[in-house]
């Protein structure tokens, strides 16, 4: 594992680790709270808000994409609670309608727009481009403490470092209350904490994490590292600690395993190219949380 | 006496625990039954087993002679609280035609003749106004009502009524009474799960005591003794006048 | 644009229009009966399902030395992943202590996620090969052959003749699924009968929608037809209706503007009959709140 390694690997691995950590990380919440598809939501309203972003500043990444993403994920919870108020439906129905129209207006404005030309397209959208992530400016692994090499990293991978401890630094300081406000809102909200506040940290951290890891692995790995991980510890553990923990090091252990078999898999089995590690890396998940399905010791409740 | 229901030695289990244990009795036509018991005498669980709502542990329970699936024609039934979304786009006389499903079949049109049995359905049970109106809108005693309009509609000769009278005010009781009392005369058999001593003896014509276990079982003047009572209830009566 | 929606742009395009209707009417009245089941979301987790059978369906017809295009048995494949698709749902929401949401999230995630690895494999086999494929993620008309669009239609007209025939214990076991059993008709049968006829819709959808806007057709008309009344039957009449002329509207526009994709103008089209239906619906929408309020 030499300079190539350094050049083509280190940086997508680590990108992939990221961010299943940092959608694994709320991801807990989410499934404790009933909210999944919450998640499934954020990660399709995203590619309106990118496109948005970027329409409007001619920018392709950076800030203002993930601003113009944050914009929309916003809109699209407004929308679901507008939907489940006006219409009096409920809230599966509401987000199913609201995600749905906001990708089919994302993939309108791509194609109107003609944004599609710039490195935004549809397939991108779906499963992200983790591969290209390359540090064609290193040299091997001396060019880890070398600042010249270091400044040519990608973008995503500084985002999603920053996002990913600042939701777990979130996450440790204000444990007890979200804990709380997961379990009992009523009992909660008794006691004085503001369950409301709760929940909108708990949707903008979502937000955060979706928007983050959406530019580096599209929206179906999203959804994926949200549920499965947390998923896959739930069934293992009765306890929110253990399982929180163990979410974060499932997430990590499919991005390095779903990489390298995306990578090498095809080869291994004596067939050509390679695959989609993003895909690779959402059915990791898959798997993991089928053997925990069948055989984790907390797999049924009490 | 033709026998509409009879219960042989039906018990039901809810995990180790025997909530029905070993019932054997008979429910005549032309007769009021009323079940009563203690809360958890299992008087929801018998009837819910004889329909097969819930599994039985053992025993067997036979409707005018022969099995469930060969007498489903004959067979009404009243749940206790229907658990239904009551904002689900339906309309009072919606739901009574839901009750003439067997009737009708699968294909077969919703003629001018069904939706006036419908109709006189709703006004058995006071309910002719609210015909076109959405569920929801309904009151708690309308609501309940209606579920009686739907077992009406099924032309039964068994109605299994579980609690129809709780929860709802003075008005609609009486309308219920007097349904019920209308069906038993034209020869049907009613049999209720009730909760309130008091009006069995003035409404019921027979009574089913019922604590787990079958106390006793016959016409109301023989069995509707304060030693029966004392044995179903185990100790301290609610409040009776004197019988 | 007008032509196209005169049905005067040729046979192709009217064929297509026309069949895209069909489709419309169809998965609006399955939606309406989905939504009144309270399973809205299921066949999000069955359409994203259908990904990786279609790619192997692909990967088989191509091995035996086929085109690879072959809508039947791309459809077939598509059925038998979103088929293990549910029993994978359903195995994980009674054998294990996980919500049925986030059982849904699973499903659609990791088929997905398989569905792409097979489709960067079969697009890292040799150019133009998957270009049929790449339709089924978002839908096209393009390309569509006169006997796929007759398959799309006949089917769509078999749904609904299955659901004018099941209509009332459709709405009985949504309504009430205990007295239902009393009546002795059997809930699960009933379910079993919505799952496919949801499983057929959704086969039929994805070729022309996509698989992951599906879902909005069977989701939203109903959620606008729910707004105009509180009777079941004209509901369902609404919902296949706003369905339809999604439709026939998308379509034609799709046919009229090249590079418009199909599944989103559809998708925008029963979003905008939401909008109208949120605003005027005499009962339930803003302007018959705003006239009682006055």
Not at chain 1, 34 to 47: I, K
Not at chain 1, 113 to 122: E, F, I, K, P, Q
Not at chain 3, 12 to 17: D, E, G, I, Q, S
Not at chain 3, 155 to 161: N, S
Request: hydrophobic share 60%; charged share 10%.
């Amino acid at each position: 594992m030499g300079q190539d390694f350094v050049v083509l690997s280190l940086v997508p691995i680590l990108i992939g680790v990221l961010a299943a950590v940092s959608c694994a990380l709320p991801g807990n919440f989410l499934l404790l709270r009933r909210q999944a598809m919450m998640g499934d939501m954020m990660a399709h309203s995203v590619l309106p808000g990118l496109i948005m972003g970027f329409l409007l500043t001619g920018q392709v990444s950076g800030w203002v994409m993930f601003a113009g993403a944050g914009v929309a994920a916003l809109i699209s919870a407004l929308m679901v609670e507008a939907v489940v108020r006006l219409a009096r439906v409920d809230p599966g129905a509401a987000m199913g309608m609201t995600f749905t129209t906001m990708f089919a207006s994302g993939v309108l404005l791509l194609e109107l727009t003609g944004a599609s030309g710039v490195h935004l397209d549809v397939e991108h959208a779906l499963y992200g481009n983790l591969e290209s992530l390359i540090w064609l400016d290193a040299q091997g692994w001396a060019s880890l403490i070398d600042p010249v090499a270091l400044a040519g990293l990608p973008p995503e991978l500084a985002q999603l470092a920053v996002v990913a401890i600042l939701l777990a630094l979130l996450m440790w300081v204000f444990w007890r209350p979200l804990v709380m406000a997961s379990f009992d809102a009523g009992h909660a909200a008794v006691l004085g904490l503001p369950v409301g506040a709760i929940s909108l940290g708990v949707v903008a951290s979502t937000a955060l994490a979706s928007v983050a890891a959406f530019t580096a692995v599209g929206s179906i790995l999203t959804i994926a590292m949200l549920i499965c991980p947390p998923a896959t510890a739930r069934l293992l553990t009765n306890r929110l600690g253990v399982q929180v923990v163990l979410s974060v090091v499932i997430a990590a252990i499919c991005a390095v395993v779903g990489y390298g078999v995306a990578g090498f898999g095809p080869q291994w089995l004596g067939l050509p190219g390679a695959v989609s590690a993003a895909g690779m890396i959402a059915v990791t998940s898959g798997v993991l949380l089928g053997l925990a399905a069948a055989f984790g010791p907390h797999r049924k409740a009490g | 006496m033709t026998v509409a229901l009879a219960f042989d030695h039906l018990s039901v289990l809810y995990g180790a625990v025997t909530a029905v244990d070993q019932v054997t009795a008979e429910i005549p036509m032309g007769a009021m039954t009323a079940i009563v018991g203690p809360n958890g005498a299992g008087k929801s669980t018998l009837l819910k087993a004889a329909l097969g709502v819930v599994p039985k542990a053992s025993g067997e329970a036979r409707f005018f002679g022969t099995s469930l699936d060969e007498a489903r024609a004959k067979v009404a039934y009243m749940p206790q609280r229907a658990s239904v979304d009551w904002d689900f786009p339906i309309r009072v006389i919606d739901v009574v035609l839901m009750g003439m499903q067997r009737a009708l079949g699968l294909l077969r049109p919703v003629r001018a003749a069904d939706r006036a049995f419908a109709m006189d359905c709703l006004a058995r049970v006071e309910l002719t106004d609210f015909a076109k109106r959405q569920i929801g809108a309904l009151s708690g005693g309308q609501q309940q009502r209606v579920f009686l309009a739907r077992a009406l509609a099924q032309r039964a000769q068994l109605y299994l009524l579980d609690e129809p009278f709780a929860g709802v005010d003075a008005k609609t009781e009486a309308a219920i009474v007097r349904v019920l009392q209308g069906l038993r005369d034209e020869g049907a058999a009613v049999v209720a799960v009730h909760h309130d001593l008091a009006s069995v003896p003035v409404w019921f014509d027979r009574v089913l005591l019922l604590n787990r276990r079958l106390i006793a079982a016959g016409p109301v003047a023989a069995v509707f003794t304060p030693d029966a009572l004392r044995e179903t209830y185990g100790g301290a009566l609610p409040p009776l006048q004197a019988a | 644009m007008i032509q196209a929606f005169l049905l005067q742009s040729g046979y192709n395009a009217t064929l297509v229009t026309l069949g895209a209707m069909a489709l419309g009417l169809a998965t609006g009245a399955v939606g309406a009966f989905l939504f009144l089941r309270k399973r809205s979301l299921v066949p999000d987790a069955m359409a994203h399902a259908t990904l990786p059978g279609v790619g192997l369906a692909f990967l088989v017809m191509v091995a035996f030395g086929g085109e690879g295009r072959f809508l039947p048995g791309l459809l077939l494949g598509a059925g038998v992943s979103s088929l293990l698709g549910l029993w994978v749902l359903q195995g994980l929401v009674r054998g294990t202590r996980l919500p049925e949401d986030a059982a849904i999230g699973i499903v659609l995630s990791t088929f997905y996620g398989a569905g792409i690895v097979l489709l960067t494999y079969i697009q890292g086999l040799g150019a133009g090969r998957q270009a049929g494929l790449e339709g089924f993620l978002l839908g096209s008309t393009a390309g569509m052959l006169r006997e796929d669009v007759y398959l799309i239609a006949g089917g769509g007209v078999l749904v609904l003749a299955a659901l004018f025939c099941l209509r009332r214990v459709l709405v009985m076991v949504a309504f009430d699924p205990g007295y239902a059993r009393v009546l002795g008709v059997r809930p699960a049968w009933v379910d079993a009968a919505l799952m496919a006829l949801v499983l057929a819709v959704v086969l039929l959808g994805i070729r022309v929608v996509g698989a992951i806007l599906v879902v909005a057709l069977l989701i939203t008309p109903a959620v606008a037809a729910r707004m105009w009344t509180d009777r079941v039957g004209v509901m369902v009449l609404i919902s296949a209706g706003i369905g339809g002329a999604a439709g026939f509207g998308g379509a034609a526009m799709s046919a009229a503007v090249p590079g418009l994709p199909t599944g989103a103008v559809i998708v925008a089209l029963v979003f905008a009959g939401f909008v109208i239906s949120a605003i005027f619906a005499p009962k339930r929408g803003l302007l018959g709140y705003l006239r009682r309020a006055a």
